[in-house]
């Protein structure tokens, strides 16, 4: 260790930057005297819709592909179950969906989304199923996976639902809590991310799956 400063910056940079001597020193795409101002190319994106049907069956690439900053633990893009398809009345599953596989052993299994500007929205949703390796073959096997989110790029994480296995794909519609509106419009910036991650690794030759999100 080099320095040590110990003080304080109003807002703590926002999370956006680090609090010195001099002041704030901003992250990339964001600027101000406490990093309160988004300078990016790109403003951050305000709607979220991810069918992965546009995406690669190997690996994630497609225009939708920004759609995420991390995708941790074996999770890639397969066609959804034909029988499943056929039995899903409600449509919660169709096309493509991104899949992981439960017991890889390669630490935290997860999806999350870019920067979202949450400011406009009222209610994400979403399908979750837990399968089997053949996905069209459910399992009584239980699993915990859990959406979160963050507005500090991920130093901290707030639970919105845990999610378990029903032996049937499910759909949630989840109105946004007013502690994550307030934050969104208190610190004119709007910046959340959305995390899928699972709590627990589980036994062989299961695999969970998300579609159809949508951020309205």
Known sequence: MNSLFVGECAEYCNDRGLCTVSGCQCSMDYAGTYCEKYVGKQPIQTWFNETFDDLSAVGVSGSNSNNWIRLNGDGHIRHVCYENVNNNTNNYFSGQALHFGADCGCGGVEAITRE?????????SFAFHVITKNNCITTTNNITVALEWTYDEGISWS???TMYNQERAQFFNITLPSDMMAI???RNIGGVRFRWTQVERVVNDIYWAIDNIRLE
């Open 184 to 186: 969104a419009q208190t």
């Open 159 to 161: 639970r919105l639902i």
């Open 116 to 124: 979202l500007n949450i400011t406009q929205a009222k209610t994400i």
